[in-house]
C-alpha cells in the first residue's frame, strides 16, 4: 500500500470516527430542547435544529434512481435524496459535492429525506435568532443559529425545506429560496 492509499484510508477511518461522534450526540441529546446539528456545504454553515435530525450517514459512491427521483436506501426504505449544494448554493446547477467524504444527514422524522452535505461539523447548544426583514420571507430558513463552538450559522426550516424539496424542479419557483 503506496503512503497516499494509507494517508487516504486514515482520513477515511477519521470521517467514519466523526461521524460515530455525531450520531452518538444526536440520540444522547436526542430530548435536549435549543440544540442545532453545524453542517457544511460548499464551505457555506448551515445548522439543523437536533429535534429534526434523524441520522448521519456516509453517502454511497454511486447515485440510485426510482422513475427518474435520486433516493437513499435507508433502514429497508429508499428516502428523497437532495443535495444541499442543488437547491440552495448553486440554484439547480447540479454541482457535486466536492468534499472527500461527503455525508447524508436523515432530516425530518415524519417524511424524511436525505440531504447531502459535504460534512456535519458538531452538535450544540445554540441560541436562534429570528431572520431580519430583508430575510424573513425566505421560504426554507429559521433564523440564524450563534454558539461559541461552532459559530454563526443559517437554521434551515426543516418542514418548510422538504415540502420544498419533494416538489418536481420544474414546478419549483427559481426565485425561493436564498
Known amino acids: ?32 430542547k435549543n440544540y442545532t446539528v453545524f453542517i457544511e456545504a460548499a464551505s457555506q454553515r448551515f445548522s439543523l435544529p437536533l429535534e429534526d ?10 447515485r440510485e434512481y426510482v422513475d427518474n427521483e435520486w433516493v437513499l436506501p435507508w433502514s429497508g426504505r429508499r428516502l428523497p435524496a437532495f443535495s444541499l449544494h442543488d437547491w440552495w448554493i448553486s440554484q439547480n446547477r447540479h454541482q457535486a459535492s466536492d468534499a472527500e467524504f461527503p455525508v447524508f444527514i436523515l432530516i425530518g422524522h415524519d417524511n424524511p429525506v436525505a440531504l447531502l452535505i459535504d460534512r456535519c461539523i458538531g452538535v450544540s447548544l445554540s441560541k436562534v435568532q429570528p431572520l431580519g426583514r430583508l430575510l424573513s420571507g425566505s421560504i426554507g430558513l429559521q433564523g440564524i443559529s450563534d454558539c461559541k463552538e461552532f459559530g454563526s450559522a443559517l437554521v434551515i426550516d426543516v418542514p418548510a425545506l422538504g415540502a420544498m424539496l419533494r416538489k418536481r424542479p420544474d414546478d419549483t419557483d427559481s426565485s425561493a429560496g436564498i
Open 1 to 32: 500500500m503506496c503512503s497516499s492509499d494509507l494517508d487516504k484510508s486514515l482520513r477515511e477511518y477519521q470521517a467514519d470516527a466523526d461521524l460515530l461522534a455525531i450520531n452518538l450526540q444526536v440520540a444522547g441529546l436526542r430530548n435536549e
Open 53 to 62: 435530525v434523524i441520522e448521519v450517514i456516509p453517502a454511497p459512491a454511486r
